[in-house]
């Protein structure tokens, strides 16, 4: 028998086949304890519409985060997405205009989307939210659909920021990590 770290195997057709299926049965057991976030994603989809970059409405954006990239650059990055060809060299000082933080969930705080969006001090972008909560098709399912993905046990951070372009167009973006370092996000820009 040779010996690898984590697997023994017989080096023969019996033997291989063997550690084949070991490998297999492993990597299956070990993606059915990964995290299946595609319900929660799907139900805000519904609501807020796929991924874009209209630059207008609303969009929810699931990716893997980048490693070592900080939650304000992924946010940053799906501000951009979302704006697509409006966000160019010569726009991208009207659309940063407006863009700061304007909440971030503490460490250890307690998970309530809804009243920390309700929350949120800065005058602009607590003019924005209830384009997110109120202002929509089917408000209701809108704010279950925030809820199960913002209030997720596995939403290690949540940051949201205000967007817009200083004058007819104003928005919110919120971005929450997931313990298995992907990242949801939700845009809304209106005029």
């Not at 160019?88 to 863009?99: G, P, V």
Request: some cysteine; proline content about 2%.
């Amino acid at each position: 028998m040779n010996h690898i770290p984590g697997l023994l195997f017989e080096l023969n057709r019996e033997g291989t086949k063997i550690a084949f299926n070991y490998i297999f049965n492993l990597y299956n057991e070990l993606m059915s304890d990964t995290k299946n976030y595609t319900p929660i994603i799907e139900a805000l989809e519904k609501i807020y519409g796929k991924r874009s970059s209209t630059g207008f409405g609303s969009a929810v954006f699931y990716d893997h985060s980048k490693q070592n990239a900080s939650l304000s650059s992924i946010a940053l990055d799906v501000y951009k997405l979302f704006m697509g060809e409006k966000w160019k060299a010569e726009t991208e000082s009207t659309w940063m205009s407006t863009w700061k933080l304007v909440y971030e969930r503490s460490p250890g705080k307690a998970a309530d989307i809804l009243n920390e969006l309700n929350n949120i001090q800065d005058a602009d972008a607590k003019r924005s939210v209830p384009l997110l909560t109120e202002l929509i098709e089917n408000a209701e399912q809108g704010k279950l659909a925030l809820a199960a993905a913002f209030n997720h046990a596995d939403i290690s951070q949540l940051q949201v920021y205000n967007v817009g372009d200083g004058e007819a167009m104003s928005g919110i973006l919120l971005c929450g990590l997931f313990s298995d370092q992907t990242v949801c996000s939700v845009i809304c820009l209106m005029d």
